[in-house]
């Protein structure tokens, strides 16, 4: 079993796959051989291919920290690469562990309300909560999460948006706006 790829008289490439097996036929030896076109086939999957690596692509390349989890246990299936710059972990520290296991929520009762979004209405949109790095510091971030189900198993897909430079700032146009009124 092999394959081969032949160009028709219109220029058009297909792609065969040829089985080929030897019978004896009247008592001589012979082989039998199947072409199979397998071009649109080929075609397809190639096509799947480059749809899994854009979407890859994408999913690496956000800058809000991405993280699919599994529903049921919760453990971390994948992080894009802004998960490191929001919470200081490596791929290689979270994958198969869990947001629990990690201590990612600074308040156990964020990740409680949360998950109660999620079961009451499927989905989890502008959550804000404080949330805690590798090195222990606290993060100001808004969380949303979709459930999204693959091959008979469901799964969490949640965005992580890091706002504290955002907090402060308007913290501090507060205070500024706060003493120029006192001022005036």
Same mark, same amino acid.
């Given at each position: 079993?092999?394959?081969?790829?032949?160009?028709?008289?219109?220029?058009?490439?297909?792609?065969?796959?040829?089985?080929?097996? +030897?019978?004896?036929?009247?008592?001589?030896?012979?082989?039998?051989?199947? $072409?199979? #076109?397998?071009? *649109? =086939?080929? !075609? /397809?999957?190639?096509?799947?291919?480059?749809?899994?690596?854009?979407?890859?692509?994408?999913?690496?390349?956000?800058?809000?920290?991405?993280?699919?989890?599994?529903?049921?246990?919760?453990?971390?299936?994948?992080?894009?690469?802004?998960?490191?710059?929001?919470?200081?972990?490596?791929? +290689?520290?979270?994958?198969?562990?869990?947001?629990?296991?990690?201590?990612? $929520?600074? #308040?156990?009762? *964020? =990740?409680? !309300? /949360?998950?109660?979004?999620?079961?009451?209405?499927?989905?989890?949109?502008?959550?804000?909560?404080?949330?805690?790095?590798?090195?222990?510091?606290?993060?100001?971030?808004?969380?949303?999460?979709?459930?999204?189900?693959?091959?008979?198993?469901?799964?969490?897909?949640?965005?992580?948006?890091?706002?504290?430079?955002?907090?402060?700032?308007?913290?501090?146009?507060?205070?500024?706006?706060?003493?120029? =009124?006192?001022?005036?």
């Amino acid at each position: 079993e092999y394959e081969i790829s032949i160009v028709r008289k219109n220029g058009e490439v297909r792609h065969l796959q040829v089985f080929r097996k +030897e019978i004896l036929w009247n008592g001589e030896r012979q082989f039998q051989t199947i $072409y199979q #076109d397998i071009t *649109d =086939r080929k !075609r /397809a999957r190639e096509a799947l291919r480059e749809s899994e690596e854009r979407v890859t692509k994408a999913f690496r390349s956000i800058p809000d920290a991405l993280v699919i989890s599994c529903l049921e246990d919760g453990k971390i299936v994948e992080v894009n690469d802004s998960w490191h710059n929001v919470f200081g972990y490596s791929r +290689e520290e979270v994958i198969g562990k869990s947001s629990l296991a990690l201590d990612l $929520y600074a #308040d156990p009762a *964020d =990740r409680q !309300r /949360a998950t109660g979004f999620l079961h009451k209405q499927g989905f989890v949109r502008d959550f804000e909560l404080q949330i805690r790095q590798k090195s222990g510091a606290l993060r100001t971030a808004i969380l949303s999460i979709e459930l999204q189900e693959t091959q008979g198993k469901q799964y969490l897909l949640s965005v992580v948006q890091d706002i504290t430079e955002r907090k402060q700032a308007e913290e501090a146009l507060r205070m500024s706006e706060e003493r120029f =009124r006192r001022l005036s």
